[in-house]
């Protein structure tokens, strides 16, 4: 067979040519892969790498061993990178090799097949329990991966990550813990484990200390009435939170009631008393880029400084993104301020230029340890977290 001759139809840009070769490739099966491993692995191909892949996710048993085998070679980076991603391209098909996988001595192989399980979502459902298994892995990037690998696969697991919290094997409790928060939050949890998550974030919360608030939104007031903040802005359902798990959950990159479509809008983190401030950390408070949620940071700026007398705003930038800052007084806004992606401002704190006598108050990106505190955190569900639609995994 002259398979030079074949990559290089493969590689035309001529459909008339190309097609043809794929089919050839296709009728070949197993006896076409070297070659086409041969030209996935090579940078100087002239075959798109992409298509080998992509081809080669089409040839059968003999196609998936010779990919899983690449993963657990010692590859440079860029072939290994595409092996990697052919492999997270095999689905239900190869069924049988993707549990077997998951027992590979690689621990490469062992998460690429834990990811093909995860992208397969609920209807992976039969593996719950070999996934549940890495969570002995001895490597934690595979423990981490079955757990992003069973919130996928969704609620149907929850039965069984219970069953670990009840029964052990005593190792895998802890992993078992973060998956069903991460299906379910805390209402998935037993009640003896909701008993201790409460236990947990209380004890945490009384001995919290500030942290940097640089990516987060937030909206800031004087004093430490947090009822108060909660009353005006409806938030509800308040527990117990500390400084690093709150921001986290402000964020939307972890959470504590089941998921919706914008995890960020949905809870807010409301701080202790930070050297006389409270700050509400959520992005339900993000002005930027959208003008309706712009339009509801304004009003809570109102309705806040209307009861404390003075409330500022602050949208965080993150890396290259939007910052934004607000003031209001007295209910009304006196002024604002929004620095964009495309404004040359570099290192520039976007507070610079405030042209009002209102003192700034506590600057969230300057919070550090040392800044007074009194009492503790609350982690809070915003409006739009109890009337979002769920969003269901899988």
Same mark, same amino acid.
Request: with cysteine; glycine share 10%; charged share 25%.
């Given at each position: 067979?002259?398979?030079?001759?074949?990559i290089s139809?493969l590689?035309?840009p001529d459909e008339?040519?190309w097609r043809p070769?794929?089919?050839?490739?296709k009728?070949?099966?197993d006896a076409?892969?070297?070659?086409l491993m041969?030209?996935l692995?090579d940078?100087e191909?002239p075959?798109?790498?992409?298509?080998?892949?992509?081809?080669l996710?089409?040839l059968g048993?003999?196609a998936?061993?010779?990919?899983r085998?690449?993963?657990?070679?010692d590859?440079p980076?860029?072939?290994a990178?595409?092996?990697r991603?052919?492999?997270?391209?095999?689905?239900?098909e190869?069924?049988?090799?993707?549990l077997e996988?998951l027992e590979?001595?690689?621990?490469?192989?062992?998460?690429?097949?834990?990811l093909?399980?995860?992208?397969?979502?609920a209807?992976?459902?039969?593996?719950?329990?070999a996934l549940i298994?890495?969570?002995?892995?001895?490597?934690?990037?595979?423990?981490?991966?079955?757990i992003?690998?069973?919130?996928?696969?969704?609620?149907g697991t929850?039965?069984?990550?219970?069953e670990?919290r009840r029964?052990?094997?005593?190792? %895998?409790?802890a992993? @078992?813990?973060? =998956?069903?928060m991460n299906i /379910?939050?805390p209402?998935a949890?037993?009640g003896?484990? !909701?008993?201790?998550?409460r236990?947990?974030?209380?004890a945490?919360?009384v001995?919290?200390?500030?942290?940097?608030?640089?990516?987060?939104?937030?909206v800031?007031?004087?004093?430490?009435d947090?009822?108060?903040?909660?009353?005006?802005?409806?938030f509800?359902?308040a527990s117990?939170?500390?400084?690093?798990l709150?921001?986290?959950?402000?964020s939307g990159?972890?959470?504590?009631v089941?998921?919706?479509?914008?995890e960020?809008r949905?809870?807010a983190?409301v701080t202790?008393?930070?050297?006389g401030?409270?700050?509400?950390?959520?992005?339900?408070?993000y002005?930027?880029w959208d003008?309706?949620?712009?339009a509801?940071?304004r009003?809570?700026l109102?309705?806040?400084?209307?009861?404390?007398?003075?409330a500022?705003g602050?949208?965080?930038r993150? %890396?290259g993104?939007? @910052?934004?800052? =607000?003031?209001a007084r007295? /209910?009304?806004?006196?002024?604002?301020?929004?620095v964009t !992606?495309?404004?040359d401002w570099?290192?520039a704190?976007?507070?610079?230029?405030?042209?009002?006598?209102?003192p700034?108050g506590?600057?969230?990106?300057?919070l550090?340890?040392?800044?007074?505190?009194r009492?503790?955190?609350?982690?809070?569900?915003t409006?739009?977290?109890?009337?979002?639609?769920?969003?269901?995994?899988?």
């Open positions: 067979m002259d398979f030079e001759g074949l139809d590689a035309s008339a040519i070769a794929r089919s050839t490739f009728e070949l099966g076409g892969v070297p070659a041969a030209e692995l940078e191909s075959l798109d790498w992409a298509q080998a892949g992509f081809l996710r089409e048993d003999g998936f061993c010779a990919i085998d690449a993963v657990a070679a590859l980076k860029e072939p990178r595409r092996v991603w052919t492999f997270g391209g095999f689905f239900g190869y069924w049988d090799r993707l996988s590979h001595p690689s621990a490469d192989v062992r998460e690429c097949a834990a093909c399980l995860q992208r397969m979502g209807e992976a459902l039969p593996a719950t329990g298994r890495l969570f002995g892995d001895p490597d934690p990037d595979v423990q981490q991966r079955a992003w690998a069973l919130e996928e696969l969704g609620p929850l039965d069984a990550l219970r670990v029964s052990g094997p005593g190792a %895998y409790r992993n @078992a813990f973060s =998956a069903i /379910g939050g209402a949890l037993s003896k484990d !909701q008993d201790l998550w236990r947990h974030l209380g945490k919360a001995a919290d200390r500030p942290q940097e608030i640089w990516e987060n939104s937030c800031t007031v004087p004093g430490g947090q009822q108060a903040i909660l009353e005006i802005l409806d509800s359902d117990p939170m500390y400084f690093d709150g921001l986290a959950v402000a990159s972890w959470w504590t089941p998921k919706v479509e914008h960020e949905a809870e983190f202790p008393e930070v050297d401030w409270t700050l509400v950390v959520s992005g339900w408070c002005p930027a003008d309706e949620w712009y509801r940071t009003d809570a109102r309705r806040l400084s209307d009861r404390f007398g003075v500022w602050f949208a965080g993150g %890396y993104g939007t @910052a934004a800052w =607000a003031c007295n /209910g009304e806004i006196i002024w604002e301020r929004e !992606q495309n404004d570099g290192d704190d976007p507070a610079e230029g405030i042209d009002t006598d209102e700034l506590v600057n969230p990106i300057h550090t340890e040392q800044t007074p505190v009492g503790a955190g609350l982690r809070a569900l409006p739009y977290g109890r009337d979002a639609p769920r969003r269901v995994p899988g």
